[in-house]
């Protein structure tokens, strides 16, 4: 066989006290099994050989004694006598299968008509139409049924989408988004396909719009955010606001802390220094830095 199932599962469910070489010694077992379809020779020596492990008899020995039985055939086991037999039926079915193609497709082609059998049943259609044709120039001025047309089905009408919602989902977004130009000073945005995606997804997340404001105060109160750290650089995006969750809850933490003073609204070029307190840690549950 050039091919059998291994079920992952099973195997690991059966082997997981093996040590290495054990492991090492049922794989090549089983893949010599199915290659000689058929049971393993009586010899752990020459079981050793076979699979490449001469040094580690033993190992080979231990594995032998608990997966095997041994009969007057050698080394058997069950799964793999399992699995031989199934595959080999399905072999035999499809060798049976295109055995009967070719019969039928031989029958067929004995089946064909004779040529001069053939050009006589031609003359005699040709006969045939002469006459019909006759009869039809007879059967003009008779009145003919009118056809009655197959109705055709009425297609669906398309699902309306649903105005109210993307009109109140657009809305939220925009409330947010303006809270963020307006909190942190960059009135010049735009809100682009990337902000609108990141806003939406966190709303689908379950975070309200309150959530996402709180979150946007939050990071505007933090000194190293706004700039005072050792790059004298702002990290103020919604992209990093609103990353993931952590970060939204984090922000939110300090947002709604009443222990975090508010900084004023940055300024384009200069930087606050108004608290040397950190708070790039964030805030504990009980409200403390």
């Keep these: 066989m050039n091919f059998f199932p291994f079920h992952l599962g099973d195997y690991a469910a059966h082997t997981a006290h093996l040590e290495l070489l054990e492991d090492l010694a049922y794989r090549r077992m089983l893949d010599l099994y199915y290659l000689r379809e058929g049971p393993l020779p009586a010899d752990e020596q020459e079981v050793a050989r076979l699979i490449r492990m001469r040094p580690h008899v033993d190992a080979v020995r231990a594995v032998l004694s608990e997966f095997f039985r041994l009969d007057e055939a050698g080394w058997r086991h069950a799964r793999c006598d399992a699995e031989i037999a199934r595959m080999s039926h399905k072999r035999d079915q499809a060798k049976a299968s295109a055995a009967a193609s070719v019969n039928a497709r031989r029958a067929k082609a004995d089946e064909r008509p004779d040529p001069d059998e053939h050009a006589a049943q031609r003359s005699f259609n040709e ?8 009869l039809n120039d007879r059967s003009t001025d008779a009145e003919l049924p009118i056809p009655i047309p197959t109705p055709e089905p009425i297609p669906d009408e398309p699902e309306k989408e649903d105005v109210p919602r993307d009109c109140a989902r657009r809305e939220q ?10 909190v942190m000073g960059h009135l010049k945005a735009r809100l682009d396909d990337k902000r609108r995606k990141l806003v939406e997804a966190r709303l689908k997340n379950g975070y309200t719009v309150d959530d996402l404001k709180d979150a946007i105060t939050g990071c505007s109160k933090s000194p190293y955010h706004m700039g005072q750290n050792e790059q004298r650089t702002r990290y103020d995006g919604l992209d990093l606001i609103l990353r993931d969750g952590s970060k939204v809850d984090k922000f939110i933490a300090i947002g709604r802390s009443p222990l975090v003073p508010h900084l004023p609204k940055p300024k384009s070029g200069y930087v606050h220094d108004l608290s040397r307190m950190d708070y790039t840690k964030g805030v504990t549950d009980d409200g403390r830095f």
């Design 127 to 134: 006969r045939s139409t002469d006459a019909q044709r006759s």
């Design 173 to 182: 977004v925009a409330a947010v988004f303006d809270h963020w130009r307006e």
